[in-house]
């Protein structure tokens, strides 16, 4: 036998399947380099946009409704154009996809903990309890997504004050998104947990004396955390979207705090008097950005799966 | 001239990791009539061989050099059409696994007739006609009305009869057969091979067996071609390879074979495939952590016994309970194992064996019936800590190397769980230097600790599983078909490996296998069990020598006969 070598995490992965898959498919490295550019630069917004779009000391009335730069009557500070009130649009955006992807990825871990959670136990215990999540879970698919997500955001005007629904709506939404979600994972993991608990090596935990607490977070979760992945890529883009949805109807982030949402829903209104750019620039970079990750999810799905290969 | 000649054949697997020669320049050639055994064990080569005759290489595998013949005609170099033809119709195929050869949505009529139609084109009545002459031919009864059956509705052992009759169909001129009776009983491998070999007589067809099986050698091969990593290593016919070999390979190879006519000490020779790390044999078992387990109750006369065991599974779910239908797995099973000797459990697949097993170590809880240890009955214990004084005292090993592992885990932390859940260890230095201890006691050797399960073969992952089992320091330890998953020199190691420790321990052990040359090698006493009951239980000996119930003479009568290996270098017990 060779000599003791122990390998890193990253050796490990650098040696992997999935990163060679990677490396020789375009399409993820692609992918990969847009999400990564759209999530830094909205991470980082305040350090690299042009301006603060919601510093009213910024913003000047007299830059209102300019078109992009490149056209007759563009001003080179501001790229992509103004909207009414005068603030640099690609600035808006950069704000903007700070809000969707912040209610996009909690809500995304929001799914992915009650979803696992109800999962396992459904899959482990069996029986009864399973009957039980399970039929919740039909229940809840029978409903659209988006209505269940409207529903609770309704609920939650009903029950908190104006003002103060307006400080918690970004939790309200990730609340709303991420239950609204929360059956996929738990399907893909009840249906991974069902093959793995039967598995010897869980059998040998048992024989061992171990306990099914540990045994579910010891031994069956890392080993059904691969598909899982795959869904949470794709099911980020459909968060994204969904926030998006919200925020277009109205019933999302409040306009002070705008995500792209918000801002292709502002923009509507100016569709017909002209000023397209205040609606298609925030809408190409939702399409962009979802785009991206959902390919990502897609090249995950087919590297994790060796028989689509 | 031949029938089927494969000359100087080279197949490469081409991978990112370099590419891997799979085969390396091999000749063979089958006669009309004859039974070529290609034998050799996992990695050898023999499959990639069968697959590239008939042209269904896997890709990215691809034949780097080398010519096949059948009847003087070059086929290895025809396009895909041209294969097919031949294909089904001048090379029969017949598989390991009788369950997914045959497509479950058709019925036998369906799949028959369309293929000797195909081939014969002799229209849809007289194929029927010749559908059921071939049902008839190779033993399936009342052909005419099973012919209009699904596959479902045979049993496996009749499923694998109906491939062959797929096989035979077109009248092929070579039959080629990969691992044909592994997936099926003992009862029925040897009506199956001796069918195929009346067949192969009367049909004037040359067939070539793939097989790791030196069973399935000796019943029905003439000549054998023995591979090791690529390589054709030896060839001759089955009675010198098997009698009087001459490469070293073959000679190990035949060494490792479980007798079941005489038992042996230990296995000799049988580093050849995969080197055992050197095993700390001179300890002192008075002074090492693995004797320090004193907390146990000291146990007169028999350590486990079960009394009046039943298993029952329900078949149909209702929502009420008196709807439900149970199977019966066990039924009444009673037996007692005495401290320090190994039991052995003997029966076909589904007999209940493994789940009589399951339902001592607490996974199983039985319907009725009770599990004593040492005196306690562990059925009636409710409290988790209380049943982990007796769950430290026994430990299993599993039958699947790849499924027992959890492939997420460093084997050092593999070993290391039962030390740390029963707490048998003072520190995480202490735990560290027990498993690499423990590590070099299975014949791994330290290194080990530090890698994962998938850079081990099976054999060495079935060495940490027993590395695991120890690691409670148990005085039981429970065997559920320790080895059928392994090659036979790998095999060989392993049981030498549970004979050692079981000596070297003191151990009381619950050996299962659906092996019986194995059972004769391990085991002190024997329990037969057959659809759910126990039939038998005798002393070894007198089980293989004088066995009392009708079923256990049937089973040692289906026992393949290797009367004819060689017994060079061999310790044979008396």
């Known amino acids: ?309 | 001239m031949e029938l089927l000649q494969i000359n100087d054949l080279k197949i490469q697997f081409p991978s990112r990791r370099g590419t891997v020669d799979a085969v390396k320049g091999v000749t063979l050639t089958v006669k009309p009539g004859e039974v070529l055994g290609v034998v050799g064990e996992s990695g050898a080569g023999k499959s990639t061989i069968g697959n590239a005759v008939i042209g269904l290489l896997e890709p990215p595998g691809r034949v780097a050099g080398g010519d096949v013949y059948l009847k003087g005609e070059q086929i290895n170099n025809l396009d895909r059409d041209a294969i097919r033809k031949i294909r089904g119709r001048r090379i029969g195929m017949i598989f390991q696994d009788p369950l997914t050869s045959l497509d479950p949505l058709q019925t036998i009529e369906q799949q028959l007739v369309e293929t000797i139609d195909l081939h014969l084109k002799l229209g849809a009545e007289k194929s029927l006609e010749r559908a059921i002459d071939l049902l008839d031919q190779v033993g399936i009864p009342n052909p005419a009305e099973r012919i209009k059956h699904y596959p479902h509705q045979f049993s496996g052992g009749m499923r694998q009869r109906v491939v062959i009759a797929l096989a035979l169909c077109a009248e092929p001129e070579v039959i080629i057969a990969d691992e044909p009776t592994t997936a099926l009983d003992v009862s029925i491998q040897a009506q199956i091979l001796e069918l195929m070999r009346r067949l192969c007589r009367e049909k004037q067809v040359g067939m070539l067996i793939i097989t790791h099986d030196m069973g399935v050698i000796a019943d029905i091969t003439d000549r054998v071609a023995v591979m090791y990593r690529g390589d054709l290593v030896e060839e001759g016919t089955t009675q010198k390879i098997l009698g009087d070999p001459d490469h070293p390979y073959t000679k190990s190879l035949i060494s490792a074979v479980p007798r079941p006519d005489v038992r042996l000490h230990r296995f000799p020779m049988v580093d050849y495939i995969e080197k055992e790390e050197d095993r700390k044999k001179d300890f002192d078992i008075s002074t090492h952590w693995l004797g320090q387990a004193q907390d146990f109750d000291a146990v007169e006369g028999s350590l486990v016994s079960v009394e009046n065991l039943v298993m029952k599974f329900i078949s149909k779910e209702a929502l009420l309970k008196k709807n439900r239908q149970y199977f019966t797995a066990v039924d009444n099973v009673s037996f007692d194992i005495r401290q320090g000797e190994v039991f052995g459990l003997v029966g076909e697949s589904g007999s209940g064996k493994s789940t009589v097993a399951r339902m001592i170590c607490g996974l199983y809880k039985p319907a009725s019936g009770s599990v004593n240890f040492g005196g306690t009955d562990l059925t009636k214990i409710k409290s988790e800590t209380e049943l982990d004084y007796y769950r430290r005292q026994m430990q299993m090993i599993f039958q699947d190397p790849f499924s027992s592992l959890n492939g997420r885990m460093k084997v050092m932390d593999i070993v290391a769980e039962p030390i740390r859940f029963h707490k048998l260890a003072s520190s995480n230095q202490e735990v560290e230097t027990i498993v690499l201890d423990l590590l070099e006691h299975v014949g791994l050797g330290r290194a080990a600790a530090l890698r994962y399960p998938h850079e081990f073969s099976g054999g060495q992952r079935q060495r940490i599983s027993i590395a695991r089992a120890l690691a409670t320091r148990p005085r039981f330890l429970i065997c559920d078909e320790p080895t059928s998953a392994l090659d036979v020199s790998i095999q060989a190691q392993i049981l030498n490996l549970l004979k050692d420790l079981q000596e070297e321990l003191g151990l009381t052990m619950l050996f299962i296998s659906h092996d019986l040359p194995v059972i004769r090698q391990m085991c002190d006493r024997v329990g037969v069990m057959k659809m759910g009951q126990l039939v038998e239980v005798s002393e070894t000996e007198t089980l293989f020598e004088a066995p009392s119930a009708p079923y256990t003479k049937e089973l040692l009568s289906l026992m393949p006969k290797l009367d004819k290996l060689s017994h060079s270098g061999l310790e044979i017990e008396d």
Do not use: C
């Not at chain 1, 939790?171 to 929360?182: D, N, R, T």
């Not at chain 1, 869904?231 to 969904?242: G, Q, S």
């Open chain 1, 1 to 309: 036998m060779e000599k003791a070598v122990e390998t890193t995490r990253l050796e490990r992965f650098l040696d992997s399947d999935i990163w060679h898959s990677f490396k020789s498919n375009p399409v993820a490295i692609v992918s990969l380099i847009v999400t990564l550019i759209m999530v830094l630069s909205s991470a980082f917004a305040p350090l690299l946009a042009p301006q603060d779009p919601f510093d009213l000391a910024n913003i000047d009335i007299m830059d209102s409704s300019l078109p992009p730069s490149w056209m007759a009557e563009g001003d080179p500070r501001f790229l992509f154009g103004t909207d009414d009130q005068g603030r640099d649009i690609l600035s808006t955006i950069m704000y903007g996809a700070q809000i969707s992807l912040i209610v996009g990825f909690a809500s995304v871990v929001f799914s992915m903990v009650v979803g696992i959670s109800l999962g396992l136990i459904s899959g482990y215990a069996g029986g009864r309890v399973d009957a039980f999540i399970m039929r919740v879970a039909d229940i809840q698919l029978s409903f659209p997504a988006i209505l269940i997500a409207l529903l609770i955001d309704g609920v939650a005007r009903g029950i908190f004050e104006a003002h103060l629904h307006e400080q918690i709506s970004i939790y309200v939404l990730i609340f709303a998104i991420g239950i609204s979600g929360w059956v996929q994972y738990a399907r893909t993991v009840r249906g991974s947990t069902l093959v793995e608990k039967n598995k010897e090596y869980v059998q040998a935990a048992r024989v061992i004396g171990i306990r099914p607490i540990t045994i579910l977070h010891r031994h069956i979760l890392p080993n059904v955390m691969g598909p899982v992945m795959v869904i949470a890529t794709i099911h980020l883009a459909i968060a994204v979207i969904t926030e998006a949805t919200l925020s277009f109807l109205g019933v999302g982030v409040p306009p002070t705090t705008p995500s792209l949402g918000t801002l292709i829903r502002i923009g509507n209104e100016y569709l017909f008097s002209g000023e397209w750019w205040i609606t298609i620039f925030p809408g190409a970079a939702l399409l962009i950005l979802v785009l991206a990750v959902n390919l990502l999810g897609d090249w995950l799905r087919d590297a994790m799966n060796p028989k689509l290969r």
